[in-house]
């Protein structure tokens, strides 16, 4: 079963402007992990958040999880042509024992 | 290192065919992965490894499907006889550990079954 689930399927903004994504899970959690894909390529890591953390930055990077929510969102400032590809968020759990990818949020910047 | 290497790039081939596609992890990585991506599907975890040994392959979608880990440095996925449902792109990816740690995925495989 899917686990992670993103918030639009797709996302168009004007480069310079913030990108808001949205991830929400259903079981408890290890960590949350956040993917971009370019097209044609293969998954690149993003960055790593655990549950005892609330919000992690990584250059124009912030992420935040809410556990009482289940929900994190990955906020990418003053957007760039180069950022257009698709997010993947993937949750890690004991009890699965794999990390599970969501379907994606496609973000493409328009200059 | 020069990362997850997976070959051939690109797969054309004929329904009814063998497929074999292969991949090489990052060089101390105990866990290895096989995914595949298709637009319906999204991407779905076909099979992994831990220590060369298959430890989970609830994904892999029917018994046309085999892969192997005859060494550290070397798996293979194998599709026989393949079906024009099984074009998609195939990932490899390798990490340290199961679901702490990063994921490092290969450039994929494009199969097309004709």
């Known amino acids: 079963s899917q686990q992670g689930e993103e918030d639009p399927q797709a996302l168009s903004i004007q480069e310079g402007e913030n990108a808001t994504m949205n991830c929400s899970y259903k079981?408890?959690?290890?960590?949350l992990q956040w993917y971009r894909q370019n097209s044609g390529r293969g998954l690149v890591h993003l960055i790593l958040i655990r549950s005892n953390e609330r919000e992690k930055h990584s250059g124009r990077l912030r992420v935040t999880l809410d556990t009482s929510k289940k929900s994190s969102s990955l906020l990418i400032t003053a957007s760039r042509a180069a950022d257009t590809a698709s997010y993947f968020c993937?949750?890690?759990?004991?009890?699965?024992?794999?990390?599970?990818f969501g379907q994606g949020t496609r973000l493409t910047i328009n200059p | 290192d020069a990362g997850v290497i997976q070959s051939p790039r690109h797969e054309v081939t004929e329904m009814g065919q063998e497929v074999t596609l292969r991949c090489k992890p990052i060089s101390g990585h105990d866990y290895l992965f096989w995914y595949r991506q298709t637009m319906m599907r999204g991407l779905e975890l076909l099979i992994y490894?831990?220590?060369?040994?298959?430890?989970?392959d609830s994904g892999m979608p029917e018994d046309r499907f085999s892969a192997k880990m005859p060494n550290a440095s070397f798996s293979t996925l194998k599709i026989q006889p393949s079906e024009p449902r099984d074009s998609a792109v195939y990932f490899c990816?390798?990490?340290?550990?199961?679901?702490?740690?990063?994921?490092?995925f290969g450039p994929g495989t494009r199969l097309t079954v004709l």
């Open positions: 993937a949750t890690g759990n004991q009890g699965a024992q794999k990390l599970v």
């Open positions: 990816a390798s990490s340290l550990f199961i679901y702490t740690d990063t994921q490092y």
């Open positions: 490894f831990n220590n060369n040994v298959p430890i989970d």
């Open positions: 079981t408890s959690i290890n960590n």
